[in-house]
């Protein structure tokens, strides 16, 4: 089991700045990749960016790239995501999530373990 502790929504103006941090604990020798992911009311679930966990390789949403950045700390378990420009419709909750174990990492349903989730608004 891996788990997942998120930190660092809240509320901010359009044009503001948000830094997440999602701290993994217990087997995390078995962290593959981690991602953030978001759901906004009546929407499904999507991935925002993930990051593999040796190599250090990202994948960003088309909507967030060039404004959000994701990084990983191995030696505290930890990955980040960096929200700079932020609009209205970033406004969701964000999860955080583990896969274990080597696959394909670009969806939900890719991902083993998950944080609560932390809220995030924009305020326009």
């Known amino acids: 089991q891996v788990q997942l502790v998120e930190s660092g929504g809240g509320l901010v103006q359009t044009g503001g700045s948000l830094r997440l941090s999602c701290a993994a604990s217990g087997r995390t020798f078995t962290i593959y990749a981690m991602g953030w992911f978001r759901q906004a009311p009546g929407k499904e679930r999507e991935s925002v960016a993930t990051?593999?966990?040796?190599?250090?390789?990202?994948r960003y949403a088309d909507s967030v790239k060039g404004r959000f950045t994701i990084s990983r700390d191995n030696a505290k378990n930890t990955v980040y995501l960096q929200m700079n420009s932020l609009k209205p419709e970033d406004t969701a909750v964000y999860y955080c999530?583990?896969?274990?174990?080597?696959?394909?990492?670009?969806?939900?349903?890719?991902?083993?373990?998950w944080g609560q989730g932390t809220q995030v608004t924009v305020s326009s």
């Open positions: 999530a583990v896969r274990a174990g080597p696959g394909r990492t670009s969806l939900p349903i890719h991902y083993d373990y």
């Open positions: 990051i593999t966990w040796s190599a250090g390789s990202t």
